[in-house]
């Protein structure tokens, strides 16, 4: 493979035997092995154990499990969307296939519209915006698609201020990338790259992470009919398409179906039907201080959140990471008791078992020691008096022991060298 995986463009699946998420992986890698085969792509689909063959693995940078790579020539490129077999083959087909793929006539033009949703186009001769434009394709074309035509193939409700230019079409409109005003031309790629209105999932917010922008999300059940949950939706839509030459620099708009994945993100619990403002650069977030009725309030809303006037809670401080510390721990114990309440006994409760003997067998080994070291005190010190007084009544046997195995010419002698010494 590494001797000949350059005479082909490979789409390979890093994965480890053990890891659960390459297992759900393998049916759907498979259905993407057979379509390709079948629809005659130039794509080689494979798959390596990364554990077997670490060395290529490190190599290509594989640091977790599944990790899908488009392999072409010198370049390798990471796959970082959902999981899908159409979203799999589609990302293998654009990759694989020309950077910037020229629109020759009208009817083309109107063709990839139908198809793609967003489309970037470069309108113009050679320039150093266009060899721009093309370092910047190759580096974002695992995200979208990147074509090129002359002013003659654009529809006709479309003007350019000057040549050559770069567009974006999208939402049913265009906008005209401006050096002065959107700065980098790669950020402004990576900015405009969605929809102005997505379904939003925790998927889709890590992407959006990237762009820099503020996130308005309508937090809804989608299975709820009520008119709250409706109008907030319809509010949020209105604000992104009647306001977008407002707001479309500085705010992405959509809907996030139920509240869990928004309430550990924030760790609060926010009743739905509701809005919520996400700063994903610095996880800081919006709330609005009153109930938004109309499409004015979001949009009253919107200017304070620019204005600096509205408050903005969360953050990435200090005390914030410690509170992420502690829900994160919190969470992890609670789910693991509800999905199983024996093995959250197991877990916790086996630790906290050992701990509490252990700390049990300390403090009664400490108080039986001071027991017997003060019981054996007292023991010492009567030991001593009883050997003292012994010693004494020994003494004075002894001595009259003495005086009476002495014989009488002893005695006087020992009665004359007393006096002696008196």
């Known amino acids: 493979f590494k001797e000949n995986r350059k005479d082909d463009i490979w789409l390979v699946d890093f994965y480890a035997p053990w890891c659960g998420h390459c297992k759900k992986l393998e049916p759907v890698w498979n259905e993407v092995g057979t379509e390709m085969r079948n629809m005659g792509s130039p794509v080689k689909v494979g798959k390596m154990d990364a554990t077997s063959f670490s060395s290529i693995a490190s ?116 906008f005209v990338y401006d050096e002065y005003e959107d700065g980098d031309l790669s950020s402004w790629i990576n900015r405009e790259r969605f929809q102005g209105y997505l379904h939003v999932d925790g998927f889709t917010l890590y992407e959006l992470g990237d762009t820099g922008k503020l996130v308005a999300i309508a937090v809804i059940d989608d299975k709820n009919t009520s008119v709250e949950h409706t109008r907030l939706k319809s509010i949020i839509q209105e604000v992104a398409r009647d306001y977008r030459d407002h707001f479309h620099r500085d705010f992405q708009f959509g809907h996030m179906d139920g509240n869990d994945y928004i309430n550990s993100l924030l760790m609060d619990d926010l009743t739905i039907p509701t809005i919520v403002v996400l700063n994903t650069s610095n996880q800081q977030y919006f709330l609005p201080d009153r109930h938004i ?38 969470s992890t114990i609670v789910s693991v008791f509800k999905s199983s309440p024996l093995l959250g006994c197991f877990l916790f409760g086996l630790p906290l078992g050992v701990i509490s003997i252990m700390c049990y067998g300390i403090c009664t080994a400490d108080t039986e020691g001071e027991v017997f070291e003060h019981e054996g005190a007292k023991k010492e010190s009567g030991d001593r008096e009883l050997t003292d007084e012994g010693s004494e009544e020994e003494q004075e046997e002894e001595k009259n022991g003495k005086y009476t195995e002495l014989s009488d010419g002893e005695l006087k002698q020992k009665d004359i060298v007393e006096k002696k010494k008196d």
Do not use: C, W
């Open 59 to 174: 190599e290509f940078g594989v640091r977790g499990y599944p990790t899908i790579k488009l392999l072409k020539g010198d370049l390798a490129y990471n796959y970082r969307g959902p999981r899908t077999k159409d979203d799999i083959i589609e990302f293998a087909n654009r990759v694989a296939g020309p950077l910037i793929r020229p629109l020759p006539s009208q009817h083309m033009f109107e063709h990839v519209q139908k198809r793609h949703r967003v489309l970037f186009v470069y309108v113009g001769g050679e320039s150093p915006l266009k060899e721009k434009y093309i370092e910047v394709a190759s580096e974002l074309i695992v995200y979208t698609y990147f074509f090129s035509a002359s002013e003659d193939v654009l529809p006709e409700y479309v003007t350019l201020p000057e040549l050559p230019a770069v567009m974006v079409f999208k939402d049913g409109t265009y």
């Open 293 to 330: 009725e109309s499409t004015e309030d979001m949009v009253q809303f919107i200017n304070n959140i620019l204005d600096g006037t509205a408050e903005a809670q969360g953050g990435d401080g200090l005390l914030q990471r410690i509170k992420r510390i502690i829900y994160d721990a919190k």
